[in-house]
């Protein structure tokens, strides 16, 4: 059974042009939640979408930023006309139900490394 | 608003026991404790969680008081490889997303 699967694992991209990052959850799971961790600080949560759903986004800027997870495929965060504060590791985690912090666990993926130039 | 507080960093011995102390002093009744680390620059990981009783599974044990108003994290023989962020979470009126605090550096010395 293989986890969270995330790609890229590294990503370059110059100020201005679009940023797409996946995560496939694990097997059997419809929750999905990314999180994003500037350099040397903590793991801020940006979104928490369910199949087709977008439950709570409070963690997203709103500008630039999107995310999605469709009824087929992987869960996709887009990031238009990246700045060099957009630097960061993505982090994506799945669930197979709600309730991350009351009645089961997550399983995160590697992450993606983004560098803006 | 933290819900949790936990020291900044810790320093264990390699073969002894991490005990990784949090204090939830404000938790309710129907909250769990949940603990993760993140090895540097990997995705974080779930260890265990408990919610009045003491859990044990491969990784570590947690140790919860009885009044649940603090626990600990029991990494009973410390490896080099145990060397992390450890992060100690309630829920926030069942939340449906992991908040993370600033955890605690754990340093495994050889």
């Known amino acids: 059974n293989a986890g969270v699967m995330q790609n890229p694992r590294h990503l370059v991209r110059r100020r201005g042009q679009e940023a797409r990052l996946r995560c496939s959850p694990m097997k059997g799971h419809s929750h999905v939640y990314w999180y994003r961790q500037l350099p040397e600080e903590g793991l801020k949560f940006m979104v928490y979408l369910q199949k087709e759903n977008i439950i709570d986004e409070s963690g997203m800027p709103k500008e630039r930023f999107s995310a999605e997870f469709p009824k087929e495929g992987p869960s996709i965060l887009r990031i238009q006309q990246v700045v060099r504060g957009d630097s960061a590791a993505y982090f994506c985690a799945s669930s197979q139900k709600r309730g991350v912090t009351w009645n089961t666990e997550a399983f995160f993926g590697q992450g993606t490394r983004l560098t803006v130039v | 608003d933290a819900k949790t507080t936990q020291p900044t960093s810790m320093d264990c011995a390699e073969g002894r026991a991490a005990n990784l102390p949090c204090n939830h002093s404000?938790?309710?009744?129907?909250?769990?404790v949940y603990w993760y680390r993140q090895i540097h620059s990997q995705g974080p990981q779930y260890i265990i969680h408990g919610l009045k009783n003491n859990e044990t599974n491969e990784m570590a044990s947690l140790i919860i008081t009885e009044d649940r108003k603090s626990s600990t994290l029991i990494l009973p023989h410390a490896t080099l490889r145990d060397t992390a962020v450890y992060y100690c979470i309630v829920s926030t009126n069942r939340d449906d997303k992991i908040i993370f605090g600033k955890g605690t550096r754990l340093h495994i010395l050889p």
């Open positions: 404000t938790i309710s009744g129907n909250e769990y």
